[in-house]
């Protein structure tokens, strides 16, 4: 096998070669070829199907630099894609895909293609769940727009998966995943995801992973939700005339601005988890509490105070929590009578959520304390550990799209593992 050096890597053959990028083997360490690729971008600009093609110096770098600040967003909420990491300015690894040769929209707003499709729409037509539609990769016919029932009869087969109704429905609810989470990561700096396409692809292990790239060829995105600023690849579609330099300049400034945008849209939010235990004995439960948010990494913290026997103590604790200047959520354990929950609440404007420890012999008497508690309070309660600990992430959740999407996420998995469960029987 033939090397080159690529990008500051040593590549083998050419897998093959697109309009905006070349995908090489990476060789394996007995000279083969390994379960990755080299994906390296070129400095090319198309539109329409490659009707329209400049070459545009800088591109590769600034939709490399994009690409994987996008995909380092999504793999850090738990999807599954085929990105690995960067690899030198134009080029990242991704695991080595068969694609699924269609477009996955979704579109939160109706514009652009939509309109013509379905006269009548006006522009700004929200969609509540975003809408996803798909469309098959085929250039010559300018990528006609294909139902579900088409794709499965396609009988598309890659790396051994035969592209179903299930796989199809897995591939539409993710579509609609990586728009809600990369919707809510711009969001945060106040601009609106208006619509995307993704494609996916099989590795060689049979499973399905958002592939090729996302760019600001990939999405509509408009700063304060005003087409007017859009920041995206239309600018380029829409030029009429002549494509002149400074028409390419501004298209380079615009996806200059996209990438650097996406540098601050991972800030190190401060936010916090405090579970209270009313003894030491309750450790192990607070245990199980904290696995969970420290696997959605929330920072979590345990401490032991009694709100009947320490009530000075507990509110002192409560004063410093107050005081740290970020959004907390308590989940107070507390046996027999839970006097803690119910006192942290009447003391303070953050969520307090009950988990006692209760078990089959003392549940009827104990789970009262923690129900029946006096005018004024707003405390919840949760028997099961990791239900208190999701609850806590779902009210962090609501300002910190990191957490939002990690939880979002997980109701894809949790989705597709029962699909997985249920094809698994059927086979049997
Ligand atoms: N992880 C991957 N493994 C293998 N091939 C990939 C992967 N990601 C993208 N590709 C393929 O790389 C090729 C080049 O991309 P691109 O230049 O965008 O092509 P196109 O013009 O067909 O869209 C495409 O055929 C795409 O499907
Ligand atoms: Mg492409």
């Given at each position: 096998m033939s090397r080159k050096d690529i990008s500051g890597h040593a590549v083998g053959s050419l897998v093959i070669e697109g309009k905006t990028k070349r995908v090489w083997d990476i060789p394996s360490g007995d000279g083969g070829s390994s379960s990755f690729v080299l994906i390296e971008s070129k400095d090319r600009i198309t539109a329409g199907d490659g009707a329209k093609a400049h070459d545009l110096t800088g591109k590769a770098k600034v939709s490399n630099a994009t690409n994987a600040k996008v995909f380092q967003i999504l793999n850090s909420a738990g999807l599954k894609t085929a990105f690995v990491k960067p690899a030198g300015d134009n080029a990242f690894i991704a695991q080595k895909c068969q694609m699924v040769p269609i477009e996955w929209v979704s579109r939160r707003l109706a514009t652009g293609s939509f309109l013509k499709r379905h006269p009548g729409v006006p522009e700004g037509y929200r969609f509540n769940p975003p809408l996803q539609e798909t469309f098959f990769k085929d250039d010559a016919n300018h990528d006609p727009q294909w139902s579900e029932q088409q794709i499965v009869s396609a009988g598309f087969c890659f790396n051994g998966v035969t592209i179903g109704k299930g796989e199809v429905d897995y591939m539409r609810r993710a579509t609609i995943c990586v728009f809600e989470v990369l919707e809510r990561a711009w969001r945060s700096r106040n601009?609106?995801?208006i619509d995307m396409k993704i494609e996916f692809g099989v590795n060689n292990m049979g499973q399905i992973l958002v592939a090729d790239v996302i760019d600001s060829d990939s999405w509509r995105l408009w700063p304060s939700g005003d087409k007017r600023l859009m920041k995206d690849k239309q600018v380029y579609r829409n030029i009429t005339g002549e494509v002149t330099q400074s028409h390419l300049d501004e298209i380079k400034r615009n996806f200059e601005w996209v990438a650097e945008q996406l540098d601050h849209l991972t800030p190190p939010y401060r936010c916090m988890v405090v579970i209270l235990m009313g003894?030491?004995?309750?450790e192990d439960h607070c245990r199980k509490i904290m696995e969970c948010t420290r696997a959605l990494e929330i920072p979590t913290q345990m401490r032991v105070t009694s709100a009947h026997k320490g009530t000075g103590d507990t509110m002192s604790i409560l004063a410093d929590y107050e005081g740290a200047e970020m959004p907390i959520v308590f989940i107070a354990v507390a046996g027999r009578s839970n006097g803690l929950g119910p006192v942290l609440s009447g003391n303070t404007c953050f969520p307090v959520i009950n988990c006692p420890p209760v078990k089959a012999d003392n549940v009827d008497r104990d789970i009262w304390s923690s129900l029946n508690v006096p005018s004024g309070l707003g405390c919840t309660t949760v028997i099961h550990p990791e239900g208190a600990a999701l609850a806590a992430a779902q009210i962090l959740g609501l300002h910190n799209h990191l957490i939002w999407s990690k939880l979002r996420v997980r109701q894809l998995q949790a989705v597709a593992s029962l699909k997985a469960a249920d094809k698994k029987l059927r086979e049997q």
């Open positions: 601009c609106a995801l003894s030491p004995s309750d």
